[in-house]
């Protein structure tokens, strides 16, 4: 039964990570994806993989202390930092690591994401936050992105990348989406020097009807 749950999300973890370098959302060896198996492993991207072309057999089981327990894989250097979500948020099944061109440029400077121009953008997002920057594989960067997901879904890594969570791949991917396109659409209305952001009673509205 292990085995099977292991490859069923080893395929799981290898697709999402193809369709989200196909979609223009990380870089060849950039990004990594995670799938929490049960409450003691989960699957996650290895080191050195080509994101565009990854298999099932290059994706590593790793215990939740830390253990490989695929030795013909290289462990992601953000296991760390996966393994720190998960364990300071039980809900979280999924998590979806990104350096998305547009989301990232928000992460290296001091502006803010708009997610009150569109209404997809503020139910599916909220409000982003960002965590402060660490030296990427580092214990602090682990620790500091942990924190941040104690109060958002979606979180921008200072000078880094971004990052989604949620109860499954489709839903912590689609969020990494969403936040690109509101990063865009931020930029878009900047450069036009006009907007039409929801209202507060708008906001409201959602907020009653969504979250």
Not at 76 to 97: C, F, Q, W
Request: glycine share 6%; net charge neutral; charged share 20%.
């Amino acid at each position: 039964m292990h085995k099977e749950a292991y490859l069923k999300s080893k395929k799981e973890v290898a697709k999402w990570m193809r369709r989200l370098y196909k979609k223009g959302l990380t870089t060849s060896l950039g990004g990594n994806i995670s799938l929490r198996i049960d409450d003691n492993h989960i699957a996650i991207t290895a080191s050195e993989t080509d994101k565009g072309r990854i298999k099932a057999s290059e994706i590593a089981i790793v215990a939740m202390d830390g253990q490989l327990l695929d030795s013909s894989n290289r462990v992601s250097m953000e296991t760390g930092m996966h393994l720190a979500i998960y364990n300071e948020r039980p809900d979280v099944k999924a998590i979806v690591h990104a350096h998305a061109p547009m989301g990232s440029l928000f992460a290296a400077t001091n502006q803010t994401i708009n997610t009150t121009l569109l209404a997809e953008a503020y139910t599916i997002i909220g409000y982003p936050q960002k965590a402060d920057y660490a030296a990427p594989g580092s214990d602090e960067l682990a620790a500091n992105v942990a924190k941040v997901s104690q109060n958002t879904n979606v979180i921008l890594m200072e000078n880094h990348g971004v990052l989604a969570v949620g109860v499954s791949l489709l839903q912590a991917f689609d969020r990494i989406e969403v936040l690109e396109n509101a990063a865009k659409m931020t930029c878009l209305t900047t450069l036009l020097n006009d907007k039409c952001a929801l209202s507060e009673n708008q906001l409201a509205e959602l907020k009653s009807l969504f979250l």
